[in-house]
């Protein structure tokens, strides 16, 4: 631009030059307009260049938005990819959710009905076994044996088998101590372990039982010798009442 305008300004120069019958007035007047003219464009000039330059900041400015905008579209198209998969996973953990709740309620319903059951069955049961654990000599025989051997595998020993001599053995000294009213001991046949009880007074099978084993166990010595006798094998209880009162003799052996 400024090569164009040298060029104009030369040219009229060299037309003034030829131009021999003007006055010098008048030449010096269109040179002054000339030069102003080129000072005019060349401002212009100055000012096209830094609009210019500004102009290639601003597209500068321009580009970088765009790669900022397109990464930000890319990371935005991401997200939403990873928002709809997400929002898929829940969808599914709450199907889950529900089918799970669905179960659980089936279970209650499932726990309610087992409830109402064993509510039936225990209530037979305890009545079954209140029939059954009436006072009488063969119960009070099974549950103390049955206590004498839950005792002696609480201590790390074997359990009694019924001794059929043994039991022979300890319904004839219940039977005497019936006659002596009296403990006593069975003498006839060498029985090494044995205790015997009398019981009267009591309101059910289990204090009866209990009680034996109490009083049993309140005499240390003879309780481990005889009770806890680790040679026994065999053992017998056997019950005799007479009136409210009931003779217990517990005889074990190594042989029955």
């Not at 330059?53 to 939403?80: R, W």
């Amino acid at each position: 631009m400024k090569n164009i305008i040298i060029g104009i300004i030369l040219l009229g120069i060299l037309v003034l030059g030829g131009l021999g019958s003007c006055g010098q007035d008048d030449l010096q007047a269109e040179y002054d307009i000339l030069v102003a003219q080129y000072e005019e464009a060349n401002t212009q000039l100055v000012q096209l260049e830094e609009d210019l330059a500004a102009a290639q900041l601003v597209q500068t400015q321009y580009d970088a938005l765009v790669v900022q905008y397109d990464d930000l579209s890319d990371q935005n198209t991401t997200n939403l990819g990873e928002i709809a998969s997400l929002e898929a996973q829940i969808a599914e953990v709450e199907s889950e959710l529900d089918e799970l709740a669905e179960e659980i309620d089936i279970k209650i319903n499932e726990l309610a009905e087992c409830a109402y059951d064993y509510d039936v069955l225990k209530a037979q049961y305890d009545a079954m076994i209140g029939a059954a654990m009436a006072i009488n000599e063969e119960n009070i025989e099974q549950a103390l044996f049955d206590l004498i051997n839950q005792v002696r595998v609480a201590n790390g020993l074997n359990e009694l088998q019924i001794g059929i001599n043994l039991n022979n053995w300890a319904l004839v000294n219940s039977q005497n101590m019936v006659v002596s009213k009296q403990l006593e001991q069975y003498t006839t046949h060498a029985v090494p372990f044995q205790r015997a009880f009398i019981a009267t007074g009591y309101s059910s099978l289990d204090r009866i039982v209990n009680a034996a084993m109490t009083i049993w166990q309140s005499h240390i010595i003879s309780y481990e010798d005889n009770i806890l006798a680790e040679d026994a094998a065999y053992g017998a209880v056997r019950v005799v009442k007479s009136g409210d009162i009931y003779y217990i003799t517990f005889l074990a052996s190594q042989f029955p």
